[in-house]
């Protein structure tokens, strides 16, 4: 069974730019999370979907930060403008349900804004 | 909201027995999970537990009390591969049942 897919592994952009980042999560899995992780620190949620519906948005700085996951499956997120301190790197994980279950996560992309 | 403490740094020895402590404060509870994250790699999980006492999977085991927010995760006989970052994490019982992460325990296994 294939895992969690993130790409891009690596980004690096100027601060300003628009960067978008791509999840494809375990078939079958209903739950689908974004996270950030800064070096030395565990992972932060950013949002949380049950399929397509955004039901845990809360650490997301609206701001610039967006993501979707249309059909239910694969998920965006996209930061725009990026600023210096959005560099981190950006966990996809999910799982068959939230309550009970463990999340899988991908290998991450490392963003360097510069 | 939720606190999650654990100690930042362990070092053990090869072939011995390391416990990592993670102690939480949640306005509820709704399980806490162990995972490992190699550097530059994703977390893998480890364990859950919800119910208080302990769950033992070959060389790892984790313990749980709810009374005291306290867990602990026991690795036995330690190989070099076990070096690595310890995540605690624990799921409130909000309607959001958000799951916390704690800053991560970074283990060295020493020859």
Avoid at chain 1, 12 to 24: L, R
Avoid at chain 2, 12 to 22: L, M, Y
Wanted: aromatic letters at 10%.
């Amino acid at each position: 069974e294939a895992g969690v897919v993130q790409s891009p592994r690596y980004k690096i952009i100027e601060k300003k730019q628009p960067v978008a980042f791509w999840c494809n999560p375990i078939s079958g899995h209903n739950t689908l999370y974004w996270y950030l992780q800064n070096l030395g620190q565990g992972p932060e949620l950013l949002i949380r979907y049950e399929n397509e519906e955004a039901v845990d948005d809360s650490q997301l700085p609206k701001d610039r930060f967006s993501a979707e996951r249309l059909k239910g499956v694969d998920s965006t997120l996209k930061i725009q403008p990026a600023e210096l301190g959005d560099s981190a790197v950006y966990l996809c994980a999910s799982s068959r349900g939230h309550a009970n279950t463990e999340a899988f996560f991908g290998q991450g992309t490392r963003l360097t804004v510069v | 909201g939720q606190n999650i403490d654990q100690p930042t740094e362990m070092t053990a020895t090869e072939g011995a027995i390391v416990q990592i402590n993670c102690t939480y404060q949640t306005s509820g509870f709704n399980g806490l999970f162990w995972y490992q994250q190699h550097a530059g790699e994703a977390p893998t999980f480890l364990s859950y537990n919800v119910l208080d006492g302990l769950e033992e999977k070959g060389r790892f085991s984790s313990f749980l009390s709810r009374s005291k927010g306290y867990s602990y995760l026991l690795l036995k006989e330690l190989q070099m591969k076990d070096s690595a970052s310890y995540l605690c994490a624990v799921r409130d019982a909000g309607s959001a049942r958000q799951l916390t992460f704690g800053s991560g325990t970074q283990l060295t296994v020493l020859p």
